[in-house]
């Protein structure tokens, strides 16, 4: 089966660098996503790492490593707004289906 | 520029009772998914389709049906609503199987079983 995890919850400043991690067990890798959820909203997308290294848009970069079947999410200079719920998802399979993570609730503190 | 539309909003069934949650994409997506959400949850797969004609089942698709007939609709259907099906579901369409094809959402049908 397919199994990922992150934390549940992760508090950061406003103006700091928060870093939000997943790792996850898989077979038929594909890809590693992040998505952006806010409270009563639809998850949009952010980030798409296929191969080892750091991908960056913006004040937001996604990390991962094939071998130690891992990435990351960094966030910079943070803001009020990104208060919200951050998933990784697996991309795997025949299909290429994608699985969701259970979320990372951030919280920015002023 | 519509994207994922889903009816409805919000619904409110009795046990028992069957609903067909609709979803329709304008985009010209192959692949088409449904996600259901329970409070302070990650995101489920209940089933998903790869293109008119074709579906398959995902993590949790006890209690549920779909069908894709053309490319645009992927409606889910709820045969005998159970108090367990009280969640909120979404819709999500992407172009296909490319790498980088991120997948665009609705947004969400929040249905309570009572």
């Known amino acids: 089966g397919q199994s990922l995890e992150q934390p549940s919850e992760v508090t950061a400043v406003e103006g700091a660098i928060v870093q939000i991690n997943c790792t996850y067990q898989?077979?038929?890798?594909?890809?590693l996503s992040w998505y952006q959820q806010h409270d009563g909203g639809a998850p949009t997308f952010l980030s798409y790492?296929?191969?080892?290294g750091l991908e960056e848009t913006g004040r937001f970069s996604s990390f991962l490593s094939r071998s130690d079947s891992y990435g990351y999410l960094l966030l910079q200079e943070l803001q009020m707004k990104d208060s919200a719920s951050y998933f990784c998802?697996?991309?795997?399979?025949?299909?290429?289906?994608?699985?969701f993570g259970t979320g990372t609730k951030l919280q920015v503190i002023p | 520029n519509a994207g994922v539309t889903q009816t409805p909003k919000f619904r409110i069934l009795k046990i028992g009772q069957s609903m067909t949650l609709q979803c329709t994409q304008d985009?010209?997506?192959?692949?088409m998914y449904w996600y259901r959400q329970d409070p302070g949850m990650g995101l489920k797969l209940i089933y998903y389709?790869?293109?008119?004609?074709?579906?398959d089942k995902g993590e949790v698709p006890n209690g549920y049906n779909v069908s894709r007939s053309t490319t645009e609709d992927f409606p889910l259907r709820l045969e005998l609503a159970a108090p367990s099906q009280t969640s909120v579901y979404f819709c999500?369409?992407?172009?296909?199987?490319?790498?980088?094809?991120?997948?665009?959402f609705g947004d969400g049908t929040r249905l309570s079983i009572l």
């Open positions: 999500a369409s992407s172009y296909g199987s490319q790498i980088n094809q991120p997948q665009h």
């Open positions: 898989t077979s038929g890798f594909y890809g």
């Open positions: 790492n296929a191969l080892d």
């Open positions: 998802a697996v991309t795997s399979g025949g299909y290429q289906k994608v699985t």
């Open positions: 985009m010209n997506h192959n692949y």
């Open positions: 389709s790869v293109g008119a004609g074709i579906t």
